[in-house]
């Protein structure tokens, strides 16, 4: 071998070794990200493909960084508490849940702390049994309405918020006995989140059941994606990819156009309806991220009392 040929492997060698420590830290593999899912009540549900698309828009947004991904739903529907237990023992890696302290302070996972829905899941409005409207029509004072009782799950949040504002509530473990609780009589109304109950009686039988037409309960609160603690890549990555969609608008577009949350800004009037508002114990970190007044509606505080549209 002469020196030339020599020198020319000694560069070929020093280029390859250049490339591979250049390239170490890229992305080559499809990630796979397992979610969460949940049953769906009707064919008209559309909870999971809201926060589907809005994790398929932040992953797109952080492909050029974190390079290419493939989503994929869990075997088997669970509940979110379930579903949080989950994540960090290898079956799951995201979920979406509505806060709570307890959920917050989770061994195997946390929060990424940025709103998915603004806040809606804590404007609260009711089912109640046909041709009961008038019950609630009477109903002017928060006091009023802890002469009736509520209904909801047993592991909600919402459960214990409405005991600790002293509300009486009774609970169960199966979301469909719920209704069969409701129509026998057991409670008198379900809350639901604003954007729920319309889906929710297309799936049960509209005679039995209609939507309270006047009240509202308000409390402080946020669903998160919840990711594992044993992937911080993984959260890094939605994390930005949350902050870079809310900059540039996508976020936004996509809350006001999904058919799981736009008919509510049509449908629920809350405007127009007497709220009542609840305590939260909430972790001081969501809490202070109030203080962000874009990451939240307000349909409850004058001067800056939205209107019903929600989305302009």
Known sequence: MNKYSGLTLLLLIGSLLFDA??????PHNKVIIKHYTVTAKSQDDQRDTYYLELLRLVLEK????????????IAFA????????????GSIDVVWSMTS????????????YIPLIKGLLGYRIFIIR????????????????????AGQGNDWPDYYI????????????????????????????FPRGVMEPWTELTAQSSEKFEIEREL???YPTAMYFFVANNNPMLKKRITKGLNMAIEDGSFEKLLCSHPYLNPVFNLANMDKRRVFELENNLSDKTRALF??????????????????????
């Open 162 to 189: 409405l005991k600790q504002n002293d509300l009486p509530v009774v609970s169960s473990s199966y979301y469909s006995a719920l209704f069969e609780m409701l129509e026998i009589g057991r409670f008198d109304y």
């Open 78 to 89: 669970m509940n979110q508490q379930r579903a949080l237990m989950h994540l960090g023992k």
């Open 130 to 149: 046909k041709g009961e409207q008038n019950r609630f029509s009477k109903i002017n004072t928060i006091e009023e309405l802890k002469k009736k009782v």
């Open 101 to 112: 302290q307890e959920r917050e302070s989770l061994k195997h996972s946390s929060p990424i």
């Open 216 to 218: 509202m309960l308000h």
């Open 62 to 73: 952080t492909k050029p960084e974190f390079g290419d991904y493939q989503l994929e739903p």
């Open 21 to 26: 420590h250049a390239n170490q830290n890229k």
């Open 291 to 312: 203080l962000n007044k874009k990451l939240w509606f307000d349909f409850t505080s004058a001067p800056t009392k939205q209107s019903s549209k929600g989305c302009q």
